[in-house]
T-cell receptor, first 115, second 114 residues
Framework: GNSVTQMEGPVTLSEEAFLTINCTYTATGYPSLFWYVQYPGEGLQLLLK?????DKGSNKGFEATYRKETTSFHLEKGSVQVSDSAVYFCALSDRGQGGSEKLVFGKGTKLTVNP | DTGVSQNPRHKITKRGQNVTFRCDPISEHNRLYWYRQTLGQGPEFLTY????????KSRLLSDRFSAERPKGSFSTLEIQRTEQGDSAMYLC????????????FGPGTRLTVT
């Protein structure tokens, strides 16, 4: 079945450091790809998405490019802030029964940014 | 747009008891999903509704679990004869029928079975 593998955490960085969180996927067809973020005590929020190969999703300084040839969707940010401390989840859409577009998630990567 | 809401936010129950959770999706969203998230893991799909019809159920959804979405608005998830292994965060998400299928998540209901 479809699956997502993302780098193990936790990741600890200093403010203004460069961030990369790796994500690779296994899927039949061409799923949409997503990064969700979960801040402490809050629900999952969509951070960015890409719906086809070579698309770049971006939001709040974060970027990720849909790479079909390497089946990857790595998350990057050039300069992290303390407020970026959260758990980040990579996910893909998996078409199922009845038109379902359920999400398949990776295990999450906890990021802590120190001042 | 008030977002997806879930009630209760926390539930502690004893093994063997029944529990019911409620999800109110974003009002114009036709699609509704339930997921379960255990500690240190990503959310796992449980079931999917389009309007009032339950169209997909995961193998994770044992016979003790039942979900409904009467009238295609709010949804309930009931767990009968709870077990300690049911302890998890139960997440609800909704989305539009057409478009990029972005899912909007509620804050979740944390279930603890003692």
């Amino acid at each position: 079945g479809n699956s997502v593998t993302q780098m193990e955490g936790p990741v600890t960085l200093s403010e203004e450091a460069f961030l990369t969180i790796n994500c690779t996927y296994t899927a039949t067809g061409y799923p949409s790809l997503f990064w969700y973020v979960q801040y402490p005590g809050e629900g999952l929020q969509l951070l960015l998405k890409a719906t086809k190969a070579d698309d770049k999703g971006s939001n709040k300084g974060f970027e990720a490019t849909y790479r079909k040839e390497t089946t990857s969707f790595h998350l990057e940010k050039g300069s992290v802030q303390v407020s970026d401390s959260a758990v980040y989840f990579c996910a893909l859409s998996d078409r199922g029964q009845g038109g379902s577009e359920k999400l398949v998630f990776g295990k999450g990567t906890k990021l802590t940014v120190n001042p | 747009d008030t977002g997806v809401s879930q009630n209760p936010r926390h539930k502690i129950t004893k093994r063997g008891q029944n529990v019911t959770f409620r999800c109110d999706p974003i009002s114009e969203h036709n699609r509704l999903y339930w997921y379960r998230q255990t500690l240190g893991q990503g959310p796992e799909f449980l079931t999917y509704f389009q309007n009032e019809a339950q169209l997909e159920k995961s193998r994770l959804l044992s016979d003790r679990f039942s979900a409904e979405r009467p009238k295609g608005s709010f949804s309930t998830l009931e767990i009968q004869r709870t077990e300690q292994g049911d302890s998890a965060m139960y997440l609800c998400a909704s989305s539009l029928t057409q478009g990029t299928y972005e899912q909007y998540f509620g804050p979740g209901t944390r279930l603890t079975v003692t």
